[in-house]
T-cell receptor, first 115, second 111 residues
């Protein structure tokens, strides 16, 4: 158990809909990262937050948005869903924002299926 | 995103043989070089990492070597076992607080 909690574990929805994925980082970790992993694909970096502020943005679509709340949990919002958005979405946390960076601790992922 | 190339994409070895996976990155300012293992249906987990002030690090059957001049680092697994079968990802840390993962190497250890 990494200490990172993601909900829901599985989600099935229709095209055009909107969903919210939730992540609770390890106790004490200030950084949260979101990654998308499509079938048989690598891990695509989406976005990173540190202590409530956006710190880095990767290949995140405009239809997607995220935020980190004062209690440090984070939410990834996916809207106007398309079939190609079907993927496993991972959240990871780490103590630092960069500089003396280190290990990313991953949650179990949220599997999104868009029909 | 930043350029991270990982080779080979698939690798099959006999149990007991060695496996080597290479990761090439583009950002010369990178200073942290981890390798993650992802078993089927599971989350990625760190198996070994190295920082830019050392050239090699070893942990039992696993080692990582770094060549900062050439901008690549490699994962070495010796005496491979069936439980080493998984997908391995490199994830060099880039300036701007980003971890870009390589495309992954699917390792199969044949008993």
């Amino acid at each position: 158990d990494s200490g990172v909690t993601q909900t829901p574990k599985h989600l099935i929805t229709a095209t055009g809909q909107r969903v919210t994925l939730r992540c609770s980082p390890r106790s004490g970790d200030l950084s949260v990262y979101w990654y998308q992993q499509s079938l048989d694909q690598g891990l695509q970096f989406l976005i990173q937050y540190y202590n409530g502020e956006e710190r880095a943005k990767g290949n995140i679509l405009e239809r997607f948005s995220a935020q980190q709340f004062p209690d440090l949990h984070s939410e990834l919002n996916l809207s106007s869903l398309e079939l190609g958005d079907s993927a496993l979405y991972f959240c990871a946390s780490s103590p630092s924002a960069g500089g003396n960076t280190g290990e990313l601790f991953f949650g179990e992922g949220s599997r999104l299926t868009v029909l | 995103g930043e350029n991270v190339e990982q080779h080979p994409s698939t690798l099959s070895v006999q149990e007991g043989d060695s496996a080597v996976i290479k990761c090439t990155y583009s950002d010369s300012a990178s200073n942290y070089f981890p390798w993650y293992k992802q078993e089927l249906g599971k989350r990625p987990q760190l198996i070994i990492d190295i920082r830019s002030n050392v050239g090699e690090k070893k942990d039992q059957r696993i080692a990582v070597t770094l060549n900062k001049t050439a901008k690549h680092f490699s994962l070495h697994i010796t005496e491979t076992q069936p439980e080493d079968s998984a997908v391995y990802f490199c994830a060099p840390h880039f300036t701007g607080n980003q971890f870009y993962f390589g495309t992954g190497t699917s390792l199969t250890v044949i008993p």
